[in-house]
Structure formats: C-alpha cells, structure tokens
C-alpha cells in the first residue's frame, strides 16, 4: 500500500464529510418547516446535530407526523 | 400501462416531496464510503485509543481490497437493510388506515397495478441508492487501498441487490399484512436473519435460499473463490428469489384486494 | 323510467353478524336516492359493497347496459363517509390524479379540476396542500373528485353528517343541483336530509331493508290517521301518560313522545278517539292539546325503525 499524504487524504474524505453535513442541514429544514412533529423539536435538533447520520435518518424515518 | 405509470409517478413525486430521495442514498453513501475510511485509519485509531504499552508496536495485516468491499456489503446487510426495511414498513397499511387506499380503489384502478407501482418506486430508489453507495465503497476502496476489477464488483452488487430487492418486497409486503409499523418491520427482517442464518450454519448447500445472497455477493469478489461456486447453482438463486418476490406481490395484492381499507 | 343499477338478494356476513341481510332493490336512471336508516342499519356496508370495496357474501350487482367484463367502478363516483387524500398533494393535483386514473387524458383532467374546484366553491385553495385544508374544504375537494370522471351514479355516505350547519346548507345545494345532472345515492340516519331531496327512499334497519319506494308513494299509502296528544306538566298527569302509554288499547301505536306529549297512530280514527276520550275523562287528565292529522313520514321512518 502506498502511504498517502496528509493533504491526499483530507481531500479524499471532505467530500464524505460535506455530504454527512448536507443531509444534516437537509434534516434541519425539513424539522424547522414542519408543523407537526413526534416529540419536541428542540429534541429532534439535538438529535439531528448529535446523532450525526442516525440522528438524521431517525429523523427522517420517525420524527414527522403525516398531517 | 398509462394507470401504471401515473400511480408511478406519484409514488415518486411521494418520495421527492418526503424528501426520501434526498436522505435514503445519502445515507447509503455515507455508509459505503466509511468502512474503507474506518479500515484505512484503523492503526491510528487504535494507537490513539491509548491503553497501549510504550512503545508497542502495532501491526495489522493490511486487508485486501475485496475484503475491504467485502465488509462494505457486511454494512450494507445490517444497516442498509434495517433502513431498507423501515422505510418501508408502512407502505401498504398506511394506505390502507388513512383511507386513502378506499379512495383511489373505487376508481377503476387494478390492485395489482396499485401494489406494483408502489413496490417498482420502492425498489427503484433502494436500488439507485445502494449502487451510489456501492460506487462509494468501490472509489475510496480504489484511493486508500487498491483497485478491484469491476467485473466481480458488478457481479456482487447485482447479488446484493437482489437480495435487497428481496427484503424491501417482504417489508412491503407485511406492510400489507399487518397493521403495525413496527412488528411489519420486524417480520421482514426477521425473515431475512433466519433465512441468512439457515443459509450458513445448515451443513448442507441451500441453492433455494435467498439467505446465501449476500455471501455469494460477498464471494463473488474474491477471485479464489469462484471455482467453490458454479454460476448454475447462483443463477438458482437468483431465480428462487425473483420467484418468491413474485409471490410476495401476489399475497400482497390479495390482502389489498380482500380488505382495501380499515374503516 | 329505465332502471340503473340492480341489486339482488345481496348480503355480507362479518364472521358471525349479517350486516346485510338479502336486500335487492333497483335504483332508477336520473332518481336521487335515499339510504336511510339508524346508525349500524348497514348503510355503509351496502354502499361499499356497490363501489366494490367490500366483496359481497352473495349476491348480485348490476348495472344496466354494462358491457360484459366492463369495471362497475368506471361507472361510479364515490364520497366516502370521511374522504382522505394526500396531505402532501395539493388539492388540484389530487383532482387530476383522479382523472388520470379515471382515464381522463392529461389535458381533460386538468381542465375537468379547474372546473370542479370552481364548482364546489375551493377554487382558491386550489394550489394550497390539502394538508391544510379544513374539514369542510376536505368534504368539497371529495365531492369533486367523486365527479371528476362525470360517473353515472353517484354515491354519497353520510356526505353531510360531519359538517356544520352552515357547510350541511352549502353542500345539501350542490347535492340538489347535482341531482339534475346524474342518477345520486346517498345515505344518511336524518331524515329530514332525505326528504329535501329525494324522489325514492330506501329504509334499512338492522341489515334489512324495511321499506322502499318513491317519497310520493310512500305518502300517499302510508296517511294514517294520527292523534296528536299534549297534557299539561303537572305530576298526576304526567304519570298517567307516562304508564298509559305503555298500555295502549290495541290499534294505537306511539311513535314519538316527550315530556307531556305523543304522537299515537291510530288503525281506525273513530274507535281511537272514542278510546283515547274515555281514558282522558276517567283518569282525569288535564289536557292541553288534541289534534286529529295525517301521519308524516317522520311517524312512518320512526314507526318502521322502531318496530319490535
């Protein structure tokens, strides 16, 4: 294997990074324009920005209510 | 064929305005690409961890790239079909408690059309998000590791594809069955560990088992391997599943047809 | 008058309970018919049964001049009791969904919503989510979309029991001029519903149905002679009338009483007075009220729905 340089691998993973934080400021939206949700939104905020991709997906899978 | 296409379309449009189509292959992507991130950086993390005598040093066997893709799949088995399955698991019986199933089938609409354009939606947007994911896996495999030829990893992705097509038709189809959510879930997940299970500890070779997918996607990357399994013994299993997939939608459109709504 | 739709000997059976019981009836092309009955007389069941949602136990279905094979439901256009929609979709989009699936093509769909949404007054809601939409705008977006396909028959349940009295008003006019345009079923538990619009009414009770026949008709063969009794409120005489009508002489049936007064339906008017009179004169009643009628159908519904 090669060894790869630092910045090699900065560029490499930024990407994977900036992708996690979009679908984190996605779930964000979609909470703050919601207007009916399972459970508090500030829970779901916490949830959201500490749950890192589960957070997010449980989220999306669980926290809405179909009006 | 136009009803088909018009339920279709509004299955899609369902998942565009639910966002489903922004966070199922973000997540995929997501869970692709950490595992050969997490396995490159797995010296340093264990270093860093402490707990280590002074100048210990640590040596793993560097993996090789299929392996690597190999436990990609691993993740995609738990995870992927976790949220495969729960994304899924209202599909039928929300439908069908909301009374939206009763008012679209009085309209002259076929409730094999209303279950198969439903399950073509769901299928397609699992499929596209787990060939990104897949891709995902592949790419940074290739970047921190080294490359895979994309004959075997195309073949694996076909298999693990199907074997994920098969668990979203069960979820949908439980969907159908049961009124819970959660136990619809269950029950296809359930199915899909026991069947896997059944595939690898029985002592015998299980061609009509859906279960052994994922190893045959698993080992299908591995070059040395190919000889253990001859294509006519996949191609049974491929064809088992589409067949109990087949099934699947059948008992599904009867329950819809048998009880389209609750009320 | 050509006849619509036909049922014959139709029943459902729900494990144990027959919901419907062997009712056959025929709905003629251009009448406005009248389900009614007490609630759990198995209105709904029969309705869902004729917009296929439920499978008859037996029984036939027939529409007049189908073709073989042909789907009932091209046919029909249905309000369910509380219609649902996509709460995502808005209520223009639902509108010509519907079409479509009805096999409108894109352009008449489309043209068809505008002109419906116009028609039941939710025009400007139009482009809104049906998400949003109030229980009263949800009753008029289901009303268009049950005539989005300009159905044959058109079948109502309960299509005004949830609303307000203003929205009951709004609604009950659609339902009036929707009558001239095509053959309307609808059910309700009020009478009075029924016969404001009606030409034909079909009384259900306890699976069966009772009574059938034009409003007119009805009418005419069911005038009885009625005595309108009211007493004043003091305790003696409440009482009498409280035990006395537990007791009525043969050819007298109470349909309706409240505190101090009741409706008796007499066989033979004569005999009835004479009895009623004497009874009043011996137990000393103060009466405040006797009035010698015709029975309406409110007696007859209430005769029919209450009878042992």
């Known amino acids: 294997m090669d060894v790869l340089s630092n910045t090699k691998v900065i560029s490499l993973i930024a990407p994977l990074f900036l992708i996690q934080l979009l679908l984190i400021v996605i779930a964000l939206i979609v909470l703050f324009k919601a207007e009916r949700t399972r459970g508090p939104k500030w829970l779901w905020v916490i949830i959201i920005l500490f749950g890192n991709l589960l957070g997010s997906i449980a989220f999306f899978l669980f926290g809405r209510r179909s009006v | 064929m136009t009803k088909w296409l018009i339920l279709f379309r509004k299955e899609w449009l369902e998942m565009i305005r639910s966002y489903k189509i922004v966070w199922l292959p973000i997540s995929f992507i997501v869970l692709g690409a950490s595992q050969p991130i997490a396995t490159y950086f797995m010296p340093d993390i264990l270093s860093s961890a402490g707990n280590m005598p002074e100048g210990a040093i ?42 939206t199933a009763a008012m679209i089938l009085v309209k002259p609409v076929s409730f094999v059309s209303f279950v198969t354009a439903k399950w073509a939606a769901i299928l397609s947007l699992s499929m596209v998000s787990f060939l990104f994911g897949y891709s995902a896996a592949w790419y940074y495999t290739i970047a921190l590791f080294d490359s895979v030829r994309w004959l075997e990893v195309l073949l694996s992705a076909m298999l693990f594809a199907l074997w994920l097509g098969f668990v979203g038709t069960l979820a949908l189809m439980f969907s159908s069955l049961i009124r819970s959510a959660a136990a619809a879930a269950f029950s296809a997940l359930a199915t899909a560990a026991l069947l896997s299970i059944v595939s690898s500890t029985l002592p015998f070779k299980q061609v009509w088992n859906p279960g052994r997918l994922p190893t045959l996607a698993a080992g299908s990357l591995d070059t040395a391997q190919h000889i253990n399994n001859s294509s006519l013994s996949v191609w049974l299993t491929a064809i088992v599943t589409a067949v109990a997939i087949a099934i699947a939608l059948v008992i599904a459109t009867g329950s819809m047809r048998s009880r389209p709504s609750d009320v | 008058m050509s006849v619509l739709l036909s049922v014959e000997q139709l029943t459902k059976r729900f494990d144990e309970e027959l919901a419907v019981d062997n009712i056959g009836f025929e709905i003629g092309e251009g009448r406005c018919v009248a389900l009614l009955g007490p609630n759990g007389a198995g209105k709904t069941t029969t309705i869902r049964m004729l917009t296929g949602l439920l499978q008859p136990t037996s029984g036939t279905i027939q529409f007049s001049g189908m073709k073989q094979g042909q789907d009932r439901r091209e046919w029909i256009g249905y309000l369910p009791q509380t219609p649902a929609f996509y709460g995502w979709m808005t209520g223009r989009e639902f509108l010509v969904y519907a079409g479509r699936l009805c096999g409108l093509s894109a352009k008449e769909a489309a043209s068809r919503s505008n002109e419906l949404l116009e028609r039941v007054g939710i025009a400007s809601a139009g482009k809104r989510k049906i998400g949003g939409y109030s229980g009263g705008m949800k009753q008029r977006l289901g009303l268009a979309q049950a005539l989005i396909h300009r159905p044959r028959l058109l079948v109502l349940d309960e299509p005004v029991s949830a609303l307000d009295p203003i929205g009951r008003r709004e609604v009950m006019a659609m339902i009036g001029e929707l009558k001239n345009e095509t053959t309307v079923l609808f059910s309700t538990h009020v009478l009075h519903d029924a016969e404001e619009l009606c030409d034909d009414i079909l009384i259900m009770r306890r699976g069966q149905l009772s009574l059938a026949g034009s409003l007119a008709t009805l009418r005419e063969e069911n005038r009885e002679p009625v005595l309108s009794l009211e007493i004043e409120e003091d305790d003696h005489s409440r009482q009498w009338l409280a035990g006395w009508i537990n007791k009525l002489p043969n050819g007298i049936l109470a349909t309706s009483e409240t505190r101090g007064s009741v409706r008796l339906i007499a066989q033979d008017l004569e005999t009835a007075r004479r009895a009623v009179l004497k009874e009043l004169t011996k137990s000393e009643v103060s009466l405040s009220k006797l009035e010698i009628g015709h029975s309406t159908l409110e007696d007859l519904f209430l005769k029919v729905v209450t009878a042992p």
């Open chain 2, 58 to 99: 640590i040596s793993l066997p560097t993996p090789k790239p299929f392996e690597v893709l190999a436990s990609s799949l691993q993740q995609f088995g738990v995870i992927g079909l976790l949220l495969i399955a729960l994304s899924n698991m209202s599909a039928l019986s929300l439908e069908r408690s909301s009374g």
